[in-house]
């Protein structure tokens, strides 16, 4: 068996290792090519020698990874910010309304501790001067699909997460494009960038997981590689919090275990691991190793659409709960929009401090993928099930799928505008779609 703690089994690390040829990608005029060591010496790229742009990725493995994870940065304000010019460096907060919770930041804001779901009166009082911009989602879902667009050109395995990110799995397009699947990436986020506006980091490995982790190194603009040869090494001292689904719970849970990095995990063996924490441990097992089997499914059958979050502190407060709420109703939304997807029950889920769970579902007269309609229904759960906190988690989500054509239709006598919200929501969408941006806006968009 192989000792998990060494990461090439096959090479003795006591012997030093000749250099490698290092594959370089200049990110600003898309070029190219190998550079092979001279005299013993491991190359080094630091310029790029066509344009002489300090915007290169070198890496050994560069142009045999094809697993890829493309990330928006601060996908919302960024829109803002292309729509105003006036706000390029300015703190910009999505949010605010009688929710009074921050949506996303733009990474000026970001810098002063602004943070998503943040009540905005904290948000504001560490960034006083932000500009506060109440979501234009039908704006960010006609970007979102312009974008999908061009990742279909790439590859027909493209899996949406929500309307600013998804994976991609470029294995054998090569041949297809004519140029290796990092070239094909960083052409993708400078299309983004000169058609849209927009920027996003790409995270290219041999896997979702390590993607996904790679998409989130070096944001904004970040183009970040691990390749297979590398994985235990890099893996090794980094927090188990990096791994996607770790909230506060399952790390305070794994804390008690003596797990606060990958190495501990190394430790464990798989039994012991699945016997202590279920199907987790399994999952963590593997992950220590730099192993996900997962395939990138472009259309795998979604049952349904859900978001969480885990407080740091247990909380009753309603204010609190509501304003959370409604960022789980939009970021609920905005998958179902990606996904093109409407959900004909809305579940509204509830953890108390003592872990015991309260579940609570309505059927709605039509599908829907409106964020109003979800937090609405949502709230109006959460309403029903009073004062039995403090509550320590705290989802909602859709289910019932169906496609987005049969989504709300008929409308709630109750909200006799909702029908006409969502009809005009789509027919901006194609308005947008065949004539640009420019041919139609909201009134508050111009103010």
Excluded at 52 to 71: G, V
Excluded at 229 to 252: N, S
Aim: positive net charge.
């Amino acid at each position: 068996m192989t000792d998990p703690e060494t990461t090439h089994p096959h090479i003795d690390p006591s012997e030093e290792q000749p250099p490698v040829p290092l594959q370089v990608l200049c990110r600003e005029c898309l070029s190219y090519g190998v550079m092979k060591p001279k005299g013993g010496k491991a190359p080094v790229a630091r310029r790029c020698p066509k344009c002489q742009s300090p915007r290169i990725k070198a890496h050994s493995e560069l142009f045999s990874l094809s697993i890829a994870h493309m990330d928006c940065d601060a996908f919302y304000a960024s829109v803002e910010k292309r729509d105003n010019p006036e706000l390029a460096d300015k703190p910009v907060i999505i949010g605010g309304g009688r929710r009074g919770v921050v949506s996303t930041a733009c990474y000026v804001a970001r810098i002063r501790g602004v943070r998503s779901a943040m009540p905005m009166f904290q948000a504001l009082k560490l960034c006083p001067d932000a500009v506060v911009i109440k979501p234009r989602m039908d704006v960010y879902v006609d970007v979102s699909r312009k974008i999908r667009a061009m990742m279909d050109e790439l590859t027909p395995d493209v899996e949406p997460l929500s309307l600013d990110e998804a994976f991609m799995d470029l294995s054998g397009t090569q041949r297809l494009h004519g140029a290796p699947p990092a070239v094909m990436l960083a052409r993708l986020v400078k299309r983004m960038k000169d058609e849209l506006g927009v920027t996003g980091s790409i995270g290219l490995s041999h896997n979702k997981f390590l993607a996904k982790v790679a998409s989130d190194l070096d944001k904004p603009r970040g183009f970040s590689v691990i390749g297979a040869a590398e994985t235990a090494d890099f893996l090794h001292d980094k927090p188990v919090r990096m791994i996607w689904g770790i909230g506060p719970a399952a790390q305070a849970s794994l804390e008690k275990a003596g797990i606060r990095h990958f190495s501990d995990l190394l430790r464990w063996e798989l039994i012991d691991l699945t016997a202590r924490f279920g199907s987790m441990g399994e999952r963590l097992y593997h992950l220590a190793r730099g192993q996900d089997r997962r395939r990138v499914s472009a259309n795998a059958p979604v049952k349904s659409i859900s978001k969480e979050t885990t407080f740091n502190e247990d909380t009753a407060n309603m204010e609190v709960l509501d304003g959370h709420l409604w960022r789980l109703a939009e970021k609920v939304s905005d998958r179902a929009k990606a996904k093109q997807l409407a959900g004909r029950v809305v579940t509204l889920k509830l953890k108390r401090a003592n872990h015991s769970s309260l579940t609570r579902r309505q059927s709605l007269r039509d599908a829907t993928q409106i964020a109003d309609t979800i937090y609405r229904t949502a709230r109006s759960l959460l309403d029903q099930v009073g004062d039995e906190g403090p509550y320590r988690l705290l989802g909602c989500g859709i289910s019932e799928l169906v496609p987005e054509t049969q989504a709300d239709i008929t409308g709630d006598l109750l909200d006799p505008q909702a029908v006409q919200r969502a009809k005009a929501e789509r027919a901006t969408d194609a308005i947008r779609q065949k004539f640009g941006d420019a041919a139609i806006q909201k009134g508050r968009a111009l103010r």
